[in-house]
């Protein structure tokens, strides 16, 4: 009898041991599910801010390409084309000075400390390409129509794919419609003569960019003004003006001998605006009270006007 029982209560015990150990599988189980479900719900909040962050950091980098700021009636540019007057052909560029180019101002891109790159929302490093207006990746722009792209890959990290964070900027953004140089000649009380009267030589202008020196694609006469219409450089790509700051520089000016005065052969810095059509004038000659002599000035300033 003793025995029976004694064997009644072993298996009671046993019994109890077993539930106790199915109850703690059920507990884990649950919690699996449920931290399944929680990590599956919050994914979409994750993705989210990691977008949001690639966002900020496209902004970034095209500002530091190209800043126009307009403060008392005046414009103002600043960032990697003002100073490079070319486009980047890589991230890096925007924060050292890879080809060694004088011209370079930077850095305009500040990176976390110890990179030299500013990172996406997934701790991978933003693209610039360029590509046609299909999208249609390109090796350089040579069209008004093609695009510079600041691009993320996205979750997956591969490019050009659904999931990629994109900055489209059209070409025709960042370039100026028209750039002409406009000069002019003055008597001794300031009234505007013809330039034809005044030097025996037909002036020349060019204009800097960083490959060489701009050649007049027309010359015109305007009135009693000489008007030139200039192209970018031999070479350049895409064939029209990029946005940045340029130097236009006046030589061969030469008064006739009968004419008395002061000969300006100035370099005027003038900033080339996006979607500008803008016109430099510059002074070349101011003709001397009577009784006067012939002399020679560098500094006189030109004007840039635009729209």
């Known amino acids: 009898m003793m025995s029976s029982l ?44 990691r977008i949001e962050a ?11 390409l190209l800043t126009v700021t307009q403060t008392a009636g005046s414009t103002s540019i600043s960032g990697f084309m003002a100073d490079m007057r070319r486009l980047p052909t890589t991230l890096a560029e925007l924060s050292v000075n890879t080809t060694s180019d004088p011209h370079w101002q930077g850095p305009y891109l500040t990176a976390p400390a110890n990179s030299p790159i500013l990172f996406d929302g997934w701790n991978r490093s933003p693209r610039i390409t ?19 792209l600041i691009s993320s890959d996205g979750l997956d990290g591969v490019p050009a794919t659904a999931d990629d964070v994109v900055r489209r900027l059209p070409v025709s953004q960042l370039t100026a419609r028209d750039l002409r140089v406009r000069l002019y000649a003055v008597d001794a009380q300031g009234h505007a003569v013809d330039i034809s009267s005044i030097s025996s030589t037909t002036p020349t202008v ?41 130097a236009i520089v006046v030589d061969n000016v030469t008064p006739a001998a009968s004419v008395a005065g002061t000969v300006y052969e100035p370099t005027i810095r003038v900033n080339v605006l996006p979607g500008s059509s803008q016109t430099v004038d ?18 006189d300033s030109g004007a840039a006007s635009g729209s």
């Open 6 to 49: 004694r064997t009644i209560a072993h298996n009671s015990h046993d019994a109890r041991a077993g539930f106790t150990l199915l109850e703690m599988l059920v507990v884990l189980t649950i919690m699996a599910v449920l931290t399944t479900i929680a990590v599956q719900s919050l994914e979409p909040v994750a993705q989210k801010s």
């Open 54 to 64: 690639t966002e900020r950091t496209l902004d970034t980098v095209q500002k530091s």
């Open 130 to 148: 360029f590509a046609d207006s299909t999208g249609t990746s390109k090796m350089a722009l040579d069209n008004l129509q093609d695009l510079l």
């Open 206 to 246: 060019t204009i800097s960019t960083p490959a060489a020196a701009g050649t007049p694609q027309a010359t015109v006469v305007e009135g009693m003004d000489r008007v030139y219409t200039l192209t970018a450089a031999p070479g350049a790509s895409p064939p029209v003006w990029l946005t940045g700051c340029y």
């Open 282 to 299: 510059i002074l070349i000659f101011r003709a001397a009270a009577t009784g006067t002599g012939t002399g020679t000035g560098t500094g």
